[in-house]
């Protein structure tokens, strides 16, 4: 069973920085095979994709976060990231971890972490 760790969520003044982690477990040696992402839910409001990192390390972000956050992954620590900068207050969200194994289909997601932009 894959389970998904979020951490480094937080409150931080708008222009501050965070670094989020999610620590995958349950996959094993092959976390090099699942794609990575990171998405971000506001109070009623969708859930969207934030940016992604594939096996390759190939990375794609949504336009609201491009040349602000970073995705990256450590695939010896099974860990992925998302290094975030210049946070405004529109970025306020709970952040999830998601992991997908196109092998199988499989889907997993973290529990979330509350990352809070405000002054």
């Known amino acids: 069973q894959v389970q998904l760790v979020e951490s480094g969520g937080g409150l931080v003044q708008p222009g501050g920085s965070l670094r989020l982690s999610c620590a995958a477990s349950?996959?094993?040696?092959?976390?090099?095979?699942?794609?990575m992402g990171w998405y971000r839910q506001a109070p009623g409001k969708q859930r969207d994709l934030v940016a992604v990192?594939?096996?390759?390390?190939?990375?794609n972000y949504a336009d609201s976060v491009k040349g602000r956050f970073t995705i990256s992954r450590d695939n010896a620590k099974n860990t992925v990231y998302l290094q975030m900068n210049s946070l405004k207050s529109e970025d306020t969200a709970v952040y999830y971890c998601n992991a997908a194994f196109p092998l199988s289909g499989g889907v997993y997601w973290g529990q979330g972490t509350q990352v809070t932009v405000s002054s």
């Open positions: 990192i594939t096996t390759g390390g190939t990375t």
């Open positions: 349950g996959t094993g040696s092959i976390f090099r095979l699942y794609t």
